[in-house]
């Protein structure tokens, strides 16, 4: 789930006219996240400093680009609205309304307070006072979720994640928050099976420096969701400085954590009014840790 570029909306040529953006590639512009990422990361290198401030916001914080205004977005990036409008163009869109369509397509549903939640529970038209009805409801989710992932994760993906977590002696676990429960799972379940690991706990606030001493030879698996632990984001970022390979669970190719990761894999979990289990991505730690038990013993 990014450094922020030293402003230049200031800078003006002698004639007085503002530099703008590098040509458009050719072709259409990308339709989903995946696409739309690596389009990104291909012009990157030829955009001013101006867009390459947006591309870094934008990468960080893909809900606030899909469900923002224009005038709140630029606020929060930074910049002139203008400069979102030639981002957009610079990546082939004929404004920015169109570009935001792409993150509105694929952004995850706004993540409510407790209050609004119960709100929601508490809807008339719901039995929401009957705890069976309220299961039934919440193992509906886990379903839809586990059909999703089912249906989506590239399996050319979860490949790779399997092999590098092969080649690392030691599988050091990162999870905060909601995410911290698959960590934990993962650390009971690769020990069981007999395959070293190390469960990032935070016990004192360590964990920087526990981060800070994995060596290349080792690996990182690393999970996080909307909204994003901050502290996941930043030490996976640590790891990856000191070139230790990082495996991701997360739930979109905006997530910051895709900026870290040598691998990783999407899973996003549908929910019952804001309510997410992890249903699929238990699923899905599972197979990593059974795949792996596999190949090792082979």
Same mark, same amino acid.
């Given at each position: 789930? /990014? ?39 291909? @012009? ?75 709100? =929601? ?62 960590? =934990? ?21 360590? =964990? ?21 632990? @901050? ?7 640590? /790891?990856? @400085? ?54 090792? @013993?082979?």
């Amino acid at each position: 789930m /990014a450094a922020v570029n030293t402003a230049t909306a200031h800078a003006r040529t002698t004639a007085g006219a503002v530099p703008t953006a590098a040509p458009a590639e050719v072709g259409a512009p990308p339709r989903d996240l995946k696409s739309l990422r690596a389009r990104i990361d291909a @012009r990157r290198p030829t955009l001013p400093k101006r867009l390459v401030q947006v591309t870094e916001f934008a990468l960080a914080h893909p809900q606030d680009i899909a469900f923002g205004t224009v005038a709140s977005i630029a606020l929060k990036a930074h910049v002139q609205p203008s400069t979102l409008v030639r981002f957009a163009q610079a990546l082939g869109y004929s404004g920015f309304s169109e570009l935001q369509a792409v993150f509105r397509a694929h952004a995850r549903i706004r993540w409510q307070d407790y209050d609004e939640r119960f709100e =929601a529970l508490h809807d008339p038209g719901a039995s929401s006072d009957d705890p069976a009805g309220l299961l039934r409801s919440f193992m509906h989710a886990a379903m839809v979720s586990i059909q999703q992932a089912a249906e989506t994760l590239d399996g050319e993906s979860l490949a790779t994640a399997v092999d590098l977590l092969d080649r690392a002696e030691t599988i050091h676990l990162l999870g905060a928050r909601r995410s911290f429960p698959v960590a =934990a799972y993962l650390a009971y379940t690769l020990r069981s099976l007999g395959i070293r690991c190390e469960l990032v706990d935070q016990v004192a606030g360590l =964990a920087p420096e526990q981060i800070g001493l994995i060596p290349q030879r080792d690996a990182l698996l690393a999970v996080s969701f909307t909204p994003y632990a @901050r502290a996941t984001v930043e030490w996976a970022a640590i /790891a990856a @400085r000191h070139q230790v390979p990082v495996v991701a669970i997360t739930d979109s190719p905006f997530s910051p954590l895709v900026q870290s990761a040598t691998a990783w894999l999407e899973v996003a979990e549908a929910d019952h009014a804001g309510f997410r289990s992890l249903a699929a991505t238990m699923s899905l730690a599972t197979t990593l840790a059974v795949a792996l038990a596999q190949r090792r @013993r082979k």
